[in-house]
């Protein structure tokens, strides 16, 4: 047999030593360099909600005409003083001495209090944060200085956009250390149970981080040319994501390898066999997530476009460490990676059984599994089917439509609960309001127009200097006016990122249109309502785009229509019920207000492109033993000899996602629960059962219009029907 030539073949030195050891040392030099570099991502990396619209969302619009009115692009920080009772004339006088203790912050411009409320129980300061200083040291700093100077039984907040940014900055804070430390010990534990090898687990993490060290220097170049924007978001996907899928390419190409090793004593022969028999399967699943990753290029949201490329980025090293590292690896080490229990060599008469049926050769569950789909296949990929539909029925109970950014953030927060008591005791936009921008000659009707909006609580032109124009005597009469325009500040009602605060922004730009259709509507809350716009937009313009790149590849990969149509197909409907499910979850155990607008559009770039993943490593196989011994037989021979691996596989990247739920985050809390169970559901009931199910039931047609189906229709192979006793099917080679 043309194996058994190949391991009685000497090998070349530089094959068998100096290539292994070239790239293994050009790995280790990317991860010295990459891993400093981990650390440094926060110098590149932006949480501010409002860059990541599109200049064409009317809040960005407006944005760009507000920095025209003032002369930096300073943050407010509000501090909230509540006390039980309300404030002596004392305490009132000791609280204006704070403000200059503030101002001596040096912080930002003039800071703006004390306000006392209506009820005299709270009392609000506005500190600008300068756009030079670090917003998270500048609250740290706020929050010290107020809390040591406040009267004696007072609560003290900082709040608004600078207190809720710099919480959600510390809530990021774990992903740099945290989050990976839990990803990897989850690896190596479900590694440990799989291969009961020490050394084994060891080799496929160091492949997987070795590949977060290149994507993380590919990611921070790209960043600091200002070819992507990085957020806190994507900065924890990437690390994930890298991990899983180096995890998964490096899982395929180890049973590849560990199968060519029972064939050859020769640790490079085997090491070859295995690369040539994983390369296709391997660079069509990296190939199929990295397009569809750069689908979100398609996205008007600028934080889904930013994704694109940055996980792109990631799977693409993950990819060229599992068939260049690992392999090297493999090469050095041989049988010892899988020490204590090494793999035999089989006797050449037993290698490759001659199939009847496809269960030859198989034992446990996967014989048992093999062994049902054979016998029903149709009730089995009916039955699982409806499982699935009843589950995708939860999609009508999913809110994604946004949530307040207070409920962001799941952990305690001073901010969140300084936006409470601000809420309790001011208007509850106060610090945040929407931001009118109008024509000078229309500027008084705009104004009108603003006030007598029910959710607006007060409303004033900006004049020069940003001193309000109130009405009041004494108060300035000329507004400030920029290239025609004027500035108007409307405090809401509500608090600025709640769910009827949008709604009034939307009132509100249709009423100021009326009067000036050239009038903008900005500010915070327009910020939060064109993000949720926008995201939901994305969705229905990339969702087709993505499904067109992945059956295209599909059918390059298959050489055929109906396989790739159908594997499409399964994986929306497991998507459509991982989802359905995640909504039950959320709505009824976790109590979740809601999901944020971007999460059906990760979950399914995400679940679809990795989904599709198993049955490109199912399918490749399925196809090559099919060419081996027709349809049916090769349907379950693929089943059995791929299901360990890719269950693995499935566990493996369900467990990593999952670690995301380490990050106190909403966001990212529903995008590990939703990828997570729906990889497991993908493993466990669509690779598992629906699509081999369906293809046993559908027989060589699967492979219409390919070679494969029409060789099997003219070679005169008698095939079984489901359910029938087998006859000796003819292979076509």
Not at 620 to 649: D, M, N, Q, W, Y
């Amino acid at each position: 047999m043309k194996r058994t030539k190949v391991a009685k073949e000497r090998v070349p030195f530089w094959l068998r030593w100096l290539i292994p050891l070239v790239l293994v040392v050009t790995w280790l030099g990317l991860a010295g360099v990459g891993g400093p570099t981990f650390g440094r991502l926060d110098e590149v990396s932006s949480n501010d909600q409002a860059s990541f619209l599109p200049a064409s969302a009317e809040a960005t619009e407006a944005q760009d005409w507000q920095a025209k009115f003032r002369d930096s692009d300073e943050v407010p920080g509000i501090i909230v003083i509540e006390n039980t009772a309300a404030f002596t004339p004392a305490q009132l006088g000791e609280l204006a001495t704070l403000k200059t203790s503030l101002e001596g912050l040096k912080l930002g411009s003039t800071v703006i209090g004390p306000i006392p409320s209506k009820d005299a129980k709270a009392v609000q300061f506005v500190v600008p944060i300068g756009s030079s200083t670090e917003v998270k040291d500048a609250v740290k700093e706020l929050r010290d200085a107020v809390s040591t100077a406040a009267p004696q039984g007072t609560q003290t907040f900082v709040t608004g956009p600078a207190g809720l940014a710099a919480d959600l900055t510390a809530a990021f804070g774990g992903i740099d250390g945290i989050l990976l430390l839990v990803a990897l010990s989850a690896v190596f534990v479900i590694l440990l149970i799989v291969y009961r090898s020490l050394l084994l687990p060891i080799m496929v993490l160091l492949t997987s981080v070795f590949a977060l060290c290149a994507a993380i220097l590919l990611v921070f170049g790209m960043a600091k040319a200002g070819w992507i924007q990085l957020n806190g978001q994507s900065q924890g996907i990437l690390s994930i994501l890298v991990i899983g899928a180096a995890t998964d390419y490096a899982l395929l190409f180890v049973a590849r390898f560990r199968e060519a090793l029972t064939h050859t004593t020769n640790r490079t022969a085997a090491v070859l066999t295995a690369w040539k028999a994983s390369f296709e399967p391997i660079l069509a699943s990296g190939a199929t997530v990295i397009i569809a990753l750069l689908c979100l290029l398609f996205s008007d949201l600028n934080s889904n476009k930013a994704l694109g490329p940055v996980a792109a980025a990631g799977i693409l090293c993950a990819l060229f460490a599992a068939l260049t590292l690992l392999p090297a690896l493999m090469a050095l080490l041989g049988r010892a990676a899988f020490w204590p229990f090494r793999p035999k060599l089989v006797p050449a008469d037993q290698r490759e059984p001659e199939l009847v049926t496809g269960l030859e050769g198989q034992k446990g569950l996967w014989r048992a599994t093999a062994s049902l789909v054979s016998r029903r296949p149709r009730v089995v990929w009916v039955a699982s089917v409806l499982l699935l539909l009843v589950a995708a029925g939860g999609l009508l109970q999913l809110k994604a439509n946004g949530v307040p950014q207070t409920d962001v953030i799941l952990t305690a927060s001073n901010a969140v609960d300084g936006q409470d008591a601000l809420a309790r005791h001011f208007d509850a936009g106060s610090g945040s309001p929407a931001v009118v921008v109008a024509d000078q000659a229309k500027a008084a009707a705009v104004l009108d127009r603003v006030k007598a909006d029910d959710g607006v609580g007060e409303a004033y032109l900006l004049a020069p200097g940003s001193v309000p124009i109130t009405g009041a005597p004494g108060a300035p009469s000329t507004p400030d006016v920029r290239d025609g325009k004027v500035l108007i500040n409307a405090t809401l009602n509500d608090a600025a990122d709640s769910l009827q605060a949008e709604e009034t922004v939307k009132a509100l730009r249709g009423e100021v249109k009326a009067v000036d259709p050239g009038a903008l509507v900005g500010g915070v809350t327009a910020t939060a309502l064109d993000t949720n716009t926008t995201a939901q937009h994305d969705l229905v313009v990339i969702i087709p785009v993505v499904l067109v790149v992945i059956l295209f590849i599909l059918m390059l990969l298959l050489r055929s229509i109906v396989a790739p149509v159908l594997l499409v197909l399964s994986v929306v409907l497991s998507y459509a019920a991982a989802l359905g499910v995640s909504a039950f979850v959320f709505n009824n155990i976790f109590g979740f207000p809601g999901a944020d607008a971007t999460v059906p559009l990760f979950g399914f770039v995400f679940l679809v492109a990795l989904g599709v993943d198993y049955n490109i490593f199912l399918m490749s196989r399925v196809r090559e033993e099919s060419l081996k011994h027709g349809t049916r037989p090769g349907i379950l021979r693929g089943l059995g000899v791929t299901g360990g691996v890719i269950t693995s596989a499935g566990v493996v990247l369900a467990a990593t996602f999952a670690a995301l739920g380490v990050i106190p985050i909403m966001f990212l809390v529903q995008l590990a629960f939703i990828v997570a169970f729906g990889v497991l559901l993908d493993t466990v009931l669509v690779r598992s059962l629906l699509v081999p199910a369906l293809a046993y039931d559908i027989g060589p047609n699967i492979w219409w219009p390919g070679k494969l189906a029409r060789a099997e229709a003219g070679s005169g192979t008698q095939s079984w029907e489901p359910g029938v006793e087998p006859r000796t099917e003819v292979p076509t080679r």
